[in-house]
């Protein structure tokens, strides 16, 4: 079974600092891994995914992740944290051997951004 | 309309009413997904479709019916919900049903069951 740890329910950074969400999954075979964010009352929107190829994988608004299948992590970060980034990032995983997509949730990262 | 919509956003209902989520999905998306978000929970994967047919039913319980009358349209039926079936119900959809096909989520439902 496929499971993903995020550390940490809240992060907190000033604008302009760097951002570090922390994801770690543990699967029995070669995962796709996504990010996603939630704005509030919104539903989720991709930020970026992991399917294959180059570990190191660019998104949207600035976001990167970088796969480490050594360390079965998956972190997401931003050099420069702005006051829209405010939102609930959820790190999921999925088995590219299952017949149909199902995606496997975090708990989420509320990020925080004060001026 | 464009990407994924659904109706009503709030709805409070008494554990004895029956009522129904709606989800569309403006994409030309063959596959739709019931997730349920509740507080300091995981999304909770509840059914998925493909090409109108159920592909997965997560062990949820029969108070919940879903039904896909074509691609583009999902309904969750309810009936006899306890107050802990209280949570945000999102709906999202996909081209199709490979592991690496993006999800697109709807804004979901907020259900409040007394």
């Known amino acids: 079974a496929q499971s993903v740890t995020q550390l940490g329910s809240h992060v907190s950074v000033s604008e302009g600092a760097l951002v570090l969400l922390r994801c770690n999954y543990s699967?029995?075979?070669?995962?796709?891994l996504f990010w996603y964010v939630q704005y509030p009352n919104q539903g989720l929107q991709l930020l970026l995914k992991?399917?294959?190829?180059?570990?190191l994988v660019k998104g949207i608004n600035g976001f990167e992740a970088e796969f480490k299948k050594s360390e079965t992590s998956f972190h997401l970060t931003k050099p420069s944290a702005h006051m829209s980034d405010a939102a609930e990032y959820f790190c999921?995983?999925?088995?590219?051997?299952?017949?149909?997509?199902?995606?496997?949730f975090g708990t989420g990262t509320r990020l925080l951004v004060s001026p | 309309e464009t990407g994924v919509t659904q109706t009503p956003r709030h709805l409070v209902m008494g554990m004895t009413n029956k009522k129904s989520l709606k989800c569309e999905q403006h994409?030309?998306?063959?596959?739709m997904y019931w997730y349920k978000q509740s507080a300091k929970k995981p999304l909770e994967l509840m059914f998925v479709?493909?090409?109108?047919?159920?592909?997965e039913n997560n062990s949820v319980p029969s108070r919940f019916s879903p039904e896909c009358p074509n691609s583009s349209h999902l309904f969750l039926h309810l009936h006899t919900l306890q107050p802990e079936d209280s949570a945000l119900y999102l709906c999202?959809?996909?081209?199709?049903?490979?592991?690496?096909?993006?999800?697109?989520f709807g804004p979901g439902t907020r259900l409040t069951v007394l």
């Open positions: 699967s029995s075979v070669p995962p796709y």
């Open positions: 999202a959809s996909s081209p199709g049903d490979r592991g690496t096909d993006t999800q697109y």
């Open positions: 479709y493909n090409f109108k047919e159920q592909t």
């Open positions: 992991y399917t294959t190829g180059a570990t």
């Open positions: 999921a995983v999925s088995d590219r051997y299952t017949g149909f997509q199902k995606l496997v």
């Open positions: 994409l030309g998306h063959n596959a």
